[in-house]
């Protein structure tokens, strides 16, 4: 169990919510020996324990994790902590020649559940009902409430020398003898809080480095042709879900392709209520977003001691 903290994460419902119990899911035989997998991993940690709560979510398994379904987080009410803007996350980066990366061990799990809360996160299988005393992947304010908790930790470090995104942290510096101090006051914030890294995914004092799906150096920041690989893949979409799928994967990279709303526009109309499916002018654009992304230039980071030109901000 992780240690007891300042901060747990809590469940506030919609006014008048009344407990929700659904039956368990019928699961193929695989699926289901994964479930009871997990669910003996996670007694043996105690991140859940056996529950006699008046709610039940059937589990699921998406990405092969166990999660809570949607019957909850329907009824949550949305925790409003704003997410970063990954492009604010790298404006601090200019000059920067020796990074660090630290992801943390499963990071949410690092986080306990207000007692009054667990059993709201109850779940049921073919082998019971279990509620969590962690903090899980699949509860809707999970991101939110971490960020928080991570930018609470780290402020005084935040936009000189650290980048959070949720249980990423990245330490940028100017020199090896900086990043040396740097390096040692993450570790020491990291300790103090308790807060365990999954060191088989870290890197450290490295002039180039992989973060939230790009690779970052001194000479500014490029897409990770790793990452692209997966639009690269992608089939011609064959309804409104393939689409906007595949325009949320190729808009995470928006900033390197000039013109991108445009570029993307016959593909943006199919989304529109409405609008009969027909993959005529939308296979340009498609294969067009594909192209541009593999030949995607480098972007150097911009000087936040001038002031920014509106054009270069917003040409996508």
Known sequence: MPPERDIEFSIELVH??????KKA???SGVELLEVKKQIDELLEKGFIRKSTSPWA???CLPK?????CE?????TVKNKYPPPRIEDLFDQLKGA???SKIDLRSGYHQLRIGPSYIPKTAFISRYGLYEYTVMSFGLTNAPAFFMYMMNSVFMEYLDKFVVIFIDDILIYSKTEEEHGEHLRLVLQKLREHKLYAKFSKCDFWIEEVKFLGHVISNGGIAVDQSKVSEVQNRKIPQDVKDIG???GLAGYYRRFIEGFSKIAKPMTALLEKNIKFRWTSASKAFEELKKRLTTAPMLTFPDMHKPFSHIAMLHG
């Not at 008048?16 to 119990?21: D, L, Q």
């Not at 092969?64 to 809570?68: A, D, G, I």
Request: with cysteine; aromatic share 14%; glycine share 4%.
């Open 16 to 21: 008048g919510t009344a407990p929700i119990y």
């Open 245 to 247: 799928s595949f325009l």
């Open 97 to 99: 020649r020796v990074f």
């Open 57 to 59: 979510s059937p589990v």
């Open 25 to 27: 899911y019928r699961i």
């Open 71 to 75: 019957c909850l987080n329907a009824v």
């Open 64 to 68: 092969r994790k166990m999660e809570p």
